[in-house]
Every structure is written in structure tokens, then in C-alpha cells.
């Protein structure tokens, strides 16, 4: 499937070059957020997560090519709707947060976010006081490395529910946007 999915240059689909590494590398990554989200405190429902990003990226808006914005869509979820036993979140992507922070390369490594997984009270904190990444700060890494802030959503049932018009918690102002591969 991953091999039909790959597309070259394409922002999201280019990582399927090679499945065999990628599954590896993807295993590897959803083991350490599962067993660091338990160890704060999460209590997911699924073995794996969903994957979303918090707030509207500049990143994708500007590096999103036609294949990518093509095969993906867009959908608002309050984040009310979630528990810190519900979610967690990296700086940037979880893979590349990994990545950065064992390569800690000086340019653009961020030791108080690269390498760490945060609960949804200390990532609401850190967008309060400091906006989302690629406006006031998270400004210096390479066009290659998405600047976001990515969700995982380890309860998917509160996504389904909310698809389905189910939830009936109050909306907030923040929101998460489903990365839908």
C-alpha cells in the first residue's frame, strides 16, 4: 500500500520511498509516545494513535505540493473535547522530534521541545505563551521538517464521535486539524 501511496517530492507521500524503513522507524517512534504518554499520565485507548496537528500551519500552506493537498483533508475538533488522558503532542512531528533531538544539530535544535512528548496542559500553556511555532519562535528549522505541533490522539473514539455529531461538549477557540494520510 505504502509503495502506491509514495509520490517523489511530495511533502507527505515521499516518505514511503522505502516501506520497510519507514514501518521500522514509524514502530519505533509510536512505542516511545505510548510509553512516554502512559509514564505522564495518558491512558490510551488504542494501540496507536491518530495523528493530527494543532492549530493552522504556515508550513503546510506553504509546502503543501499538489499530491499532498490533493489526498488529504481538513477537519476542526475543539480541543475541549479531549482529556490529558486522551492526547499528547511533539515538537515538531513525532518522528522528526526524534530525530532532531538525537542529532541536536546547533542550527536548529530546540532542547526544551525536540525529543519530549507533552501533555495537552503544558502544550495548551506553551501556545499561550508563545503562539504557534513558525510565527514568534521554532522559526530555524529546514524547509524539509514540518513546524508544527503534532497531535496524537489515543482516544478515537471522541473523533468519531464528533465526525458523527455526537459530542456534546462546549466549543473552544483552540482546535486541532486532522492530518488525514
Known amino acids: 500500500m505504502m509503495k502506491n501511496l509514495y509520490v517523489e517530492g511530495s511533502t507527505i507521500w515521499e516518505r514511503f520511498k522505502d516501506p520497510h524503513d519507514y514501518l521500522l522507524a514509524r514502530r519505533r517512534t509510536e512505542a516511545w509516545l505510548r510509553n512516554e504518554f502512559i509514564l505522564r499520565g495518558g491512558q490510551p485507548q488504542h494501540p496507536n494513535p491518530i495523528y493530527m496537528i494543532f492549530g493552522r500551519t504556515r508550513w503546510l500552506d506553504i509546502h503543501g505540493d499538489p499530491a499532498t493537498l490533493a489526498t488529504t483533508a481538513e477537519i476542526d475538533v475543539p480541543l475541549s473535547l479531549f482529556t490529558a488522558q486522551d492526547i499528547s503532542f511533539t515538537y515538531p512531528d513525532s518522528m522528526i522530534t526524534s530525530?532532531?533531538?538525537?542529532?541536536?544539530?546547533?542550527?536548529?535544535?530546540?532542547?526544551?521541545?525536540?525529543?519530549?512528548?507533552?501533555?495537552?496542559?503544558?502544550?495548551?500553556?506553551?501556545?499561550?505563551?508563545?503562539?504557534?511555532?513558525?510565527?514568534?519562535?521554532?522559526?530555524?528549522?529546514?524547509?524539509?521538517?514540518?513546524?508544527?505541533?503534532?497531535?496524537?490522539?489515543?482516544?478515537?473514539?471522541?473523533?468519531?464521535?464528533f465526525q458523527r455529531g455526537l459530542s456534546s461538549r462546549e466549543t473552544p477557540t483552540s482546535s486541532l486539524q486532522l492530518r488525514k494520510p
Open 99 to 161: 530525530l532532531l533531538a538525537e542529532q541536536k544539530e546547533a542550527d536548529y535544535y530546540l532542547p526544551d521541545f525536540h525529543g519530549k512528548l507533552f501533555t495537552l496542559p503544558e502544550m495548551v500553556a506553551i501556545v499561550h505563551s508563545q503562539g504557534l511555532p513558525g510565527i514568534r519562535w521554532g522559526n530555524d528549522l529546514p524547509d524539509i521538517y514540518p513546524n508544527y505541533i503534532e497531535a496524537q490522539v489515543w482516544n478515537h473514539r471522541i473523533l468519531f464521535d
